[in-house]
């Protein structure tokens, strides 16, 4: 995990490869997204509630230092 660099990069949770969907948490309108990484403190957290709560359609957690970018393929 990211190279086991101590000073880790910090990694935004809307382009962290971690970020997944949550399918027990989601509805037929809304797709939950969870922290998969169990390094992180915020594993098997949801990523587009707010803190009352409310359902997001967009990842808006500022992310931790132990996320790893999405690889992107040649778009």
């Keep these: 995990m990211n190279g086991?660099?101590?000073?880790?990069?910090?990694i935004r949770c809307a382009e962290c490869r971690f970020a997944r969907p949550?399918?027990?948490a989601s509805d037929r309108n809304w797709?939950?997204?969870e922290c998969g990484n169990r390094d992180s403190?915020?594993?098997r957290a949801l990523l587009n509630i707010t803190r009352g709560g409310a359902k997001l359609s967009w990842i808006t957690w500022a992310g931790c230092a132990w996320g790893e970018p999405v690889e992107r393929g040649d778009a």
Excluded: Q
């Excluded at 086991?4 to 910090?10: N, P, Y």
């Design 31 to 33: 797709t939950a997204y």
């Design 41 to 43: 403190e915020y594993y």
């Design 4 to 10: 086991g660099s101590l000073m880790a990069k910090h």
């Design 22 to 24: 949550d399918p027990k």
